[in-house]
């Protein structure tokens, strides 16, 4: 496998040059006070050193060996909890975290980019840290203040880590199915009693002690959702003078034999009148959760990216080297290597077509990922109508985010996959260990067609269109600024297009749901890649015009970089939009076709 390259070139194109972060970091006091352009940098290049070197060397040994579990212990792969000691010790456990606590109170437009490298590196390593933070997150926005003292604390400096446990063997999607028990105790507390699968970081070596976010419910709670409650549970409980006390019946029971991400512990986790506190209010418990989840799901968003970003680092490197017949034209055009045997497989079409494939939908994806990232900057840290503006579209995008990412990145795995040839389906060459890691992102925090749903059927059905024309409204403001510039034409009209497009496809499929409701379950998963192929034709043009202009005035990235961003531009119009033609047409299809073969027939 290629050694990992921290992409932080284009990074640093799309924070101060597309999206303009250092400005926008600056006129919210909550971040001026935070962040700079110059401390920006200087964090992305030390996370790219610590992922290039001390995280991607072991991802390798991680997925030969994983983890192991022996009577109730999990060990982590060698030179994992040295990594993680070190990713700790350098801070990175409190980049995004409330700075009244202890974190480094960092935007999630840098963060997202950190997440990513980290991800690239070794996937598996990274969810230990990612998922402390979405739950350090949860618990800043609704814990008891006594609660953030103890625990944030601690879990910003990596002492501890923690983990989100909603699933049970019965109860998967549909959580208001969970038997978790909790009951009330005298001292304000809750004994907690159930059995949680597929536990990410449930119970591994890496941390003194680990923090358990559980959905449960009271006796007497209502049915169904609405009778959810979360609660904290650590593995040892906290004495009064912050060491740790006895352990708090909290085992792993086993852990799961996986297809890929083998280094990280996915466990089964018994909690048996185990010492638990409330977050939030009774019975409101998924609506804290959620914000761990959203966060998450971004999350693993760009799990798919990273994925897919090592994959074109891997296939690239190999393409250019790897000697395989001549070019077609070279019997007109000459040789193109001539001191060689053979060309290099560089030279063929399908192979370029695999390769630009892969960089359009990395660097589109990249891009798209900063704008909700953005969003969720102004959601958090904004005031008025922009932070109102930032939820709207942070909530309409989670669901494209998480899903659209994750199909794009399984694509481009196989794709690098394929490049290889038979190389990329042999261990050695490292290859078929990012398909198989990729493979879990379109399923776990929501499988991808719950995100479909969620997205056409809560955000956009569910608002009547106003979410959705926030989005719309951005772009059709973008297309209008940049109409009367003739060398954006090539670029503006079929972004327009596409807006049309998605605009009529939703008014058709809202219209026909009012009849038949199984409208949208049915085209839910093609109308979720339209809008994520518009989505990203919108952050193509806005790389396209600033890199028109940058090349023009020879700017900071270098001329070659700007011809490249242009030329990848172009081909992600001309080839990948127009993806989007078939997946209306499917859409449109309707649900007659999928309702009408009774289930016996299938």
């Known amino acids: 496998m290629a050694e990992y390259r921290a992409p932080l070139t284009d990074m640093n194109f799309l924070l101060y040059q597309v999206f303009n972060a250092d400005k926008m970091w600056q006129q919210l006091p909550k971040l001026a006070e935070q962040v700079d352009k110059e401390t920006a940098q200087a964090i992305l290049q030390e996370c790219a050193k610590i992922a290039e070197q001390e995280i991607s060397p072991i991802a390798r040994q991680g997925d030969e060996i994983g983890v192991s579990f022996k009577e109730g212990v999990v060990t982590t792969a060698p030179g994992y909890k040295e990594a993680f000691n070190t990713y700790a010790e350098g801070g990175w456990t409190a980049l995004g975290g409330d700075v009244n606590y202890g974190g480094m109170g960092m935007p999630k437009m840098l963060t997202a980019m950190h997440e990513e490298m980290l991800c690239s590196a070794d ?168 914000t761990m989840m959203n966060f998450e799901r971004i999350g693993v968003g760009i799990q798919g990216l990273s994925a897919a970003v090592r994959s074109y680092q891997n296939a690239l490197e ?110 050695e060459w490292g290859q078929e260990q990012l398909v198989r890691d990729a493979r879990i992102t379109q399923i776990y925090e929501g499988t991808n067609g719950i995100q479909a749903m969620d997205l056409l059927m809560r955000k956009v059905a569910g608002s009547k269109g106003a979410l959705l024309e926030v989005f719309t409204n951005e772009v059709q403001t973008f297309i209008d600024s940049s109409k009367h510039d003739q060398a954006m034409n090539e670029f503006i009209t079929p972004l327009a297009q596409a807006l049309t497009d998605l605009t009529e496809l939703t008014t058709d499929l809202l219209t026909k749901s009012q009849q038949d409701i199984n409208e949208l379950g049915a085209s839910a998963n093609d109308y979720l890649h339209v809008f994520g192929y518009t989505a990203m034709a919108f952050v193509w043009a806005k790389m396209a015009q600033v890199s028109l202009s940058q090349q023009q005035s020879n700017g900071e990235s270098g001329e070659d970089f700007y011809q490249s961003k242009l030329h990848t531009a172009r081909y992600f119009f001309t080839r990948l939009l127009p993806r989007r033609l078939s997946l209306i047409a499917s859409a449109k299809s309707g649900s007659d076709c999928l309702f009408a073969i009774n289930d016996e027939l299938f």
């Open 123 to 290: 996937i598996s390593f990274a969810l230990y840290p990612v998922l402390t933070a979405g739950a350090a997150l949860s618990l800043a926005k609704h814990g008891s203040e006594e609660l953030k003292e103890r625990y944030l604390t601690r879990m910003y400096a990596g002492d501890w880590s923690a983990s989100m446990c909603l699933t049970e063997s019965h109860s998967g999607t549909d959580l208001g199915l969970i038997r978790t028990k909790a009951i009330p105790q005298d001292d304000g507390s809750y004994n907690i009693t159930g059995n949680k699968i597929f536990i990410t970081g449930g119970e591994h070596d890496l941390t003194e002690n680990i923090v358990h976010l559980v959905l449960a419910k009271l006796p007497d709670a209502p049915a169904g959702p609405r009778g959810i409650s979360l609660f904290l549970v650590p593995k040892f409980n906290v004495n009064e003078d912050e060491t740790l006390g006895e352990h708090n019946n909290v085992s792993c029971g086993s852990i799961e034999h996986k297809m890929g991400i083998h280094a990280s512990a996915t466990c089964v986790m018994n909690f048996d009148d185990s010492k638990g506190f409330l977050i939030g209010e009774l019975n409101k418990g998924l609506a804290c959760m959620f």
């Open 318 to 427: 190999y393409a250019k080297d790897r000697l395989q017949g001549r070019a077609l034209d070279s019997k007109t055009n000459g040789v193109k290597n001539p001191t060689q045997e053979a060309d290099s497989i560089m030279v063929h079409g399908d192979v370029r077509r695999m390769l630009l494939n892969m960089k359009a939908l990395n660097e589109g994806s990249r891009a798209l990922s900063s704008y909700i990232s953005m969003q969720l900057d102004y959601a958090t840290y904004g005031t008025g109508e922009e932070q109102t503006k930032g939820e709207a579209l942070a909530a309409l995008m989670t669901p494209v985010a998480k899903a659209f990412f994750t199909d794009l990145g399984f694509e481009n795995t196989v794709t690098g996959q394929q490049v290889f040839g038979g190389h990329g389906y042999i261990r």
